[in-house]
């Protein structure tokens, strides 16, 4: 069709859109649409994304009791207009059967009236805006990654505090243990000092070294049960104390000697290998972690021979 500065059917879009045209004016628009006006059918679409955008930016209302009742018995929706005029055919009504010629001319009015109602093939179909659409997918996305990111750290803190409750549990259990050992040595070396078949030697200086060291070692040859008692063991820095045991003139080293803050240790062995061939006990003084070999390699401060 010839192209004018405006088309009066784009006053009309609006209304259409809004489904508030009366049918003479909603056929006049249709059928300037069907004659491909694209002036009109961009309006048309615009009025639908706007129409879209401001209903689903308008906040949720609940619609009123009286208002529901109203919509749903509107024939338009509920379909009963069809039923009861059915119905009113079938209780016999002599009107319906007089008037059948005019109710033909209605009928046929009616339908036309029905090819140019708003339900009519060829509508623009409302639909959102792909710009609103991306917006909220981005909002969503968006809320959603937030959420992500608060569940990442809430996770990490817990497991964060769960790790020092973990490591305060596990010194706690440590510090248990010690003190259980400590008790059962203060518990086990009386019984064991005074039971039948345990001997007592004292562990006397050799006058290698200027220092006040004492000791004693307490063993039971059957069992192989003993206990080494020393006091005053602090070693010249950058050296340890070693104990020894001596089978004839065999060592064999019973490990470094950790004592104390007052330089007290209490050394407990439940059976000591092959102890019917124990000679003797000996503590010698080695550099830091003990001697690098299978013998002494400082002087020995100590001995403890062990007769009968």
Known sequence: MAKHERHPELDLVAGYVLQALSPRDEARLLAHLMEGCEECEAAMRDASDATVAIGGGAPAAMPSDALRSRVLSDPRISGSAGGAGAGGAGTGSDVGRDSGA???????????????????????????????????????????????????FGNYWFWQKAGEFRAERDAVQRTLREVEAELSAKEWIPKMVTAPGTDCYDLALTGSIDAPLNGTACFARESGAAVVLLAELRPPSGRDYELWV?????????????????????????????AGAITAFAVSLEPTGGSPGPAPTGPVVMVAPVTG
Do not use: H, Q, W, Y
């Not at 009015?109 to 710009?131: C, E, F, H, Q």
């Not at 089978?247 to 062995?269: H, K, M, N, Q, W």
């Open 102 to 152: 005019g109710s033909d001319a209605e009928t046929n009015a009616d339908t036309d009236a029905d090819a140019r109602s708003p339900r009519a093939p060829g509508r623009t179909p409302l639909r959102p805006r792909d710009g609103a659409r991306a917006g909220g997918g981005k909002a969503i996305a968006g809320m959603l990654a937030a959420a992500c990111v608060v569940l990442m």
């Open 246 to 274: 001596l089978r004839g003139s065999v060592p064999t080293s019973l490990g470094v000697i950790r004592a104390d803050e007052e330089g007290r240790a209490a050394i407990r062995f439940d059976a000591i290998p092959d």
